[in-house]
């Protein structure tokens, strides 16, 4: 059985669709027809975040590779429509969702276990940032990093979605947070995110060093790779662990096994999407330690632009040249509408 709100679901819904594996370029708005599940929890979506398995699966280079056309948008948030009894949901909660796809739509339909309770205090365009980002930063620090409290975190692009949740994910455990930047406003951005220390681009692996007093940072979080990789692995501490979040520079590096031996050092891998595959459940556990960061005041989400739907290629443009700050989103709905309701 599932509840739905007074207004029943509409026939259709506008979208953004994907309908040629060539990025950018193959972006087309459209009107397809409305989710319908009864297993699922249904969305009215205010809010879409821009993230880079967006970029990938556009061009088909991402390790799920949905048949064209298709609608990307990994999460959303907004207003639940209809939900299954017993998914702890119900018409009008404020809620954000990891969808895995499907996103960049009006309406949405989300696993019950995916969708999670957002404050009134969060905007719908701060918390579209919240579920694949700082989920991943948590499942990366956390468990997958080990960090603890006292230790030294090393964060690679920094000022970035990703970048800016890992420096307040890493503050909330109590971790003393280095943050590489390529500018001065990005350094501006980290600092306003708590880093300790920016360190730029430009030399940075003799500037963390110094830093460190020579000893090197217990983890490194990178979501760059390329040319970087070998330099972080040099960069860590004895029994330092360097996490493997992504290859924004569009080059998957490699280690020679004898540098992870002359330290005792560990490269470990953070794909927070397949994790949660196998443990669904996980996720609302990493909510309640979210939530409770939000109230303690560490985990603020840094919003970057914000687009209109029929402007999807160019908020992704954004995102592939790397000029990105904060979170990119879409608006689907005005929120200052619902308020003045």
């Not at 029943?8 to 193959?26: E, F, K, N, Y």
């Not at 087309?28 to 993230?51: F, K, L, N, Q």
């Not at 429509?81 to 339909?109: H, K, L, M, T, Y």
């Not at 687009?307 to 992704?316: C, D, G, R, S, V």
């Amino acid at each position: 059985m599932t509840t739905r709100s007074p207004a029943g679901p509409p026939a259709t819904v506008r979208a953004v669709q994907v309908t040629a594996l060539t990025g950018i370029d193959g972006l087309r708005e459209a009107r397809i027809g409305a989710p319908a599940d009864d297993d699922a929890v249904i969305i009215d979506v205010y809010s879409a975040g821009v993230a880079f398995p967006d970029l990938l699966m556009s061009r088909g280079q991402y390790q799920r590779k949905p048949t064209v056309p298709f609608v990307p948008g990994v999460e959303v948030t907004g207003l639940v429509s209809a939900a299954p009894v017993g998914s702890g949901c119900a018409p009008g909660d404020r809620v954000a969702a990891f969808v895995g796809i499907g996103g960049w739509a009006e309406q949405v339909c989300a696993r019950p276990e995916f969708v999670f309770p957002l404050p009134t205090s969060v905007s719908f365009r701060s918390g579209a940032g919240l579920p694949m980002n700082y989920l991943t930063a948590h499942l990366a620090l956390v468990r997958r990093g080990g960090l603890r409290p006292g230790e030294t975190l090393l964060v690679h692009g920094s000022a970035g979605g990703l970048g800016t949740a890992l420096v307040q994910v890493g503050k909330a455990v109590g971790a003393r947070v280095l943050a590489v930047v390529s500018t001065p406003a990005k350094a501006s951005i980290a600092l306003d995110c708590g880093a300790d220390e920016i360190i730029p681009l430009d030399g940075w692996l003799d500037e963390a060093r110094r830093l460190t007093g020579g000893v090197g940072a217990d983890v490194i979080a990178d979501p760059v790779g390329g040319s970087r990789f070998l330099d972080s692995v040099r960069g860590l501490a004895r029994e330092g662990r360097l996490l493997v979040l992504g290859f924004a520079d569009g080059i998957i590096p490699s280690v020679p096994a004898n540098r992870l031996l002359l330290k005792n050092v560990d490269v470990r891998g953070v794909a927070w999407g397949s994790l949660i595959e196998d443990e669904p459940g996980y996720p609302a556990e990493q909510w309640r330690d979210l939530l409770r960061w939000m109230t303690a005041g560490h985990i603020r989400p840094v919003v970057g632009r914000e687009f209109p739907l029929a402007a999807a290629a160019q908020a992704l443009s954004e995102l592939d040249t790397r000029s990105a700050t904060g979170k990119i989103t879409l608006t689907l709905r005005p929120e200052a509408a619902l308020t003045a309701a």
